[in-house]
Every structure is written in C-alpha cells, then in structure tokens.
C-alpha cells in the first residue's frame, strides 16, 4: 500500500493519518520535525552492528564493526545518509541493512524507534512494508502460473467471474498480467477511501471485496493495456484470484510458498492483528509541515489487504529478494515474465515489471526490488542479480519529505554499489 506524498502520488492515506485524531507525541520544539537542522549526539548516532542488541539505556552512538560485504568507505556513506535521515529530514528512526548472498553483511541504526523513551531502534526490528507485500503476491501468482493453473494472459474473468463490473470496469477485457503489472486501468481504491469510514473504528475488519468495489464504483482510469497506473485494486484481486484457485487465502498461500521455504522468522501476513509482533520502533505520521508527530502504530492491516498489509524486518526482505531475483523461487520462464518491464514515466528511469521494479545503479546494472509506504513506515528494498540486497526502513510515513524519499533511494544505490 502506498501513501500520497509530495512528489510520489499513490493512493490516499495522508487524510486518513490527518483524521484520525491520534495523541500527539512530539511537542512542536523536538528534533524529530521537518524542519530540524541539528540533533543531539544519540538522536543523530548511527549505530552498526552484526552482534548483541544494546538495551534501551545505551546511547545510540555505539562502536562500530565492518562486516565481511562492505568497507569502511561504504559504511561512511550510509552512515551520513542515515544520519540526514534522522535529522535534517525529520525522522525518527532509520535502519539500512546490507547483505550479500555469501553471508556478510551489516545492519546500521540512527535515531530513536520511540520518541518518548528515546529507546534506539533496534537492528532486529520488524516494521510494516506496505507495497513490498506486492512482490510476495506476484510470486505466488508466478507460482500459480508456473503450475498452469493460471494463465498470465487470461482474462481476469476465468478466475474471477462477475466481480470486475461496473462503470466501465470489465474483467472479461483485463488480463492477469495487466493485475500484477499496473496497466489494467482498473481504479485505485486508495484514492477513493473515506477517511471517516475507516475513523468509525481503526481496528475494524475490511473485507477484501468490499474494498474493490470501493474502486470499481468509479470509472477506470484507461483503457486496459494502453498506460500505466500504480492501482492498489489490482493486487487486492491477484489476492482474491489466489485464493479462488487454490481455495487458500492468500497469507496462507505467502506463507506455505514464501515464508515457511525460506526460513523467514520475521516475516508476517497479520490478518486482522493490530500490533507489529516482536521488536519494532513505534509508527509516526505527521500531518503538516509544522505539525506534531502521532502515532500510528497500531492499525488492522485488512484496509491493505494483499496490496500492502504484510510485516517483515531487513533480514528477511533481504533474504527474499535475493532468492527471488536469484531464481529459488521461480521457474526461469516466469521469472523473466516478472523481470519484463514497462517504463513508468518515473526520470529516476524506474521500470515495472509483475510486481517488482528495477532501477538503474550509478555503478552499472540494476536494483530490483520495490518500494512501500504503510501508516506509520516506509520501506525501500533492492538486489541485484549478482547477490546484493539492501533494505531501509523509516518510521515515519505519511508527512515525510521529499528529500526523505530521495535519501532512502541513494542509501539503496548506495548499499548495492558498495565499492564499485
């Protein structure tokens, strides 16, 4: 799922954090606000570390230690990107974490994960990833294809009868490619949410169907095949289209494919459950430019659903990335089916593929991966097919800034080039 921002317009939550009327938690005269230029010596510290977690009494500035996979140049670069993250761009928390497919790597930390205990964030932590749960989906749906129980150029129609009707949206005319790739023109339904729906209760359930007639009560923003168009809606019916085929919802299936094969501990499809299990930093949204932060934190995940809703930590996007682009869990013919890219019109040369992007890196290649933006954080993951991956995460999201976004983008340049 993913959030209005200045530059990026994705959807609509923006409104709904504004709305919600969730205590303040920073007076107006803290480091953690837009306009912060400076930060005390453990609110600006960058922590590394591949050992033990310090306690919350420790200062955030700890020794630091080079993992196998990055020299001390590599680390001094994340260091300040990191650092402007928690400072100058109004953060309050950042991690980068940073591995290779032999098994180096290192995790870094600046800031705080809670604004009222000054508690540092820590290297273990889990945070919601919003739209990187689209990567997950789509593989199930490779998967699925891989199978020949789906066919990527049918229409949505087979899998789904009846349900993509009205105002124009028809799923006899729209492909299950075009689902998983943005070019369905089926509309976003984050752009039509009323926030004061959701405010009746935050913790209510939300039923996937009724949240894609949500979109489809309004026309389709073109005709399918024919532009591209980031739309939530799509991977709330790829996650519908998993469950009518497998008869499994589609954390189920995330789980018996993805999660349990690969080992990730840390990795979730929360359902209808409130709280971030485990290790996490605290989720804040600021509603303004010169507003307070709130928290955010805790939020029923099903207003997301298959487009946004899962939890995860940097090790586990990590290790996920790398066996996706690393072809462990795809057959070659679908993983080049997902690694075939359409542009987006985006000048930062950002291509979409089925549910994974690329992007160029200023020392040759590309970063695959994807981005998302859920109430409360904001995460940016990437690999490249020669066995990097870097994962970010802010707890900030939405009332981020741009020079937010452009940092977390050049801490996973940065990460991936390494040395090069």
């Known amino acids: 799922m993913n959030v209005v921002k200045r530059r990026r317009v994705r959807g609509g939550f923006l409104t709904l954090a504004v709305a919600m009327g969730v205590a303040a938690v920073a007076p107006a005269d803290t480091p953690w606000r837009n306009t912060a230029a400076t930060a005390t010596a453990a609110e600006s510290g960058v922590a590394e570390s591949t050992a033990a977690e310090p306690t919350a009494a420790e200062s955030t500035m700890m020794?630091?230690?080079?993992?196998?996979s990055t020299n001390a140049a590599d680390h001094t670069r994340l260091r300040a990107l990191l650092r402007r993250l928690t400072t100058v761009d109004g953060a309050p928390g950042a991690l980068v974490e940073v591995r290779n497919r032999h098994g180096g790597g290192s995790v870094l930390t600046s800031g705080v994960a809670d604004v009222k205990s000054h508690a540092p964030v820590r290297r273990d932590s889990?945070?919601?990833i919003g739209s990187v749960t689209k990567p997950f989906v789509a593989t199930v749906v490779l998967q699925l294809v891989g199978e020949r129980r789906v066919v990527l150029d049918a229409p949505v129609e087979r899998y789904l009868p009846g349900v993509v009707r009205g105002h124009g949206n028809d799923g006899r005319r729209i492909t299950v490619r075009q689902l998983l790739q943005h070019t369905s023109g089926v509309p976003d339904y984050l752009a039509h949410l009323t926030p004061q729906e959701i405010l009746e209760d935050p913790l209510a359930h939300h039923d996937i169907r009724d949240l894609v007639n949500i979109a489809l009560a309004h026309p389709p923003t073109f005709k399918p095949g024919t532009g591209w168009r980031y739309s939530n809606t799509g991977y709330l019916l790829a996650g519908m289209l998993i469950?009518?085929?497998?008869?499994?919802?589609y954390g189920e299936e995330i789980h018996r494919r993805i999660i349990a094969p690969l080992g990730l501990r840390e990795t979730y499809v929360p359902g209808d459950a409130p709280s971030i299990p485990g290790p996490h930093p605290r989720g804040y949204a600021r509603p303004g430019e010169d507003a307070p932060l709130m928290d955010v934190t805790e939020?029923?995940?099903?207003?997301?659903?298959?487009?946004?809703?899962?939890?995860s930590s940097g090790t586990d996007l990590n290790r996920f990335l790398d066996a996706l682009v690393g072809g462990r869990l795809l057959g070659?013919?679908?993983?080049?089916?997902?690694?075939?890219?359409?542009?987006?019109?985006n000048p930062d040369g950002r291509a979409y593929g089925l549910g994974l992007e690329s992007r160029p890196l200023p020392c040759g290649g590309l970063s695959w991966g994807h981005t998302g933006d859920a109430l409360g954080y904001e995460t940016m993951g990437?690999?490249?097919?020669?066995?990097?991956?870097?994962?970010?995460?802010?707890?900030?999201?939405?009332?981020g800034s741009d020079a937010q976004d452009d940092d977390m983008k050049a801490a996973v340049r940065a990460a991936l080039c390494g040395s090069r």
């Not at 469950?243 to 919802?249: A, I, L, R, W, Y």
């Not at 020669?386 to 707890?395: I, L």
Request: glycine letters at 14%; proline letters at 10%; a positive charge.
């Open 63 to 68: 020794g630091s230690t080079t993992a196998t």
């Open 126 to 128: 889990r945070f919601r």
């Open 243 to 249: 469950e009518k085929v497998t008869g499994h919802p």
């Open 332 to 345: 070659p013919a679908q993983l080049r089916q997902m690694m075939n890219t359409r542009p987006t019109g």
């Open 299 to 311: 939020i029923n995940p099903t207003v997301a659903g298959p487009s946004g809703s899962m939890i």
């Open 382 to 399: 990437g690999a490249t097919v020669e066995g990097r991956q870097a994962t970010v995460m802010v707890n900030l999201d939405p009332g």
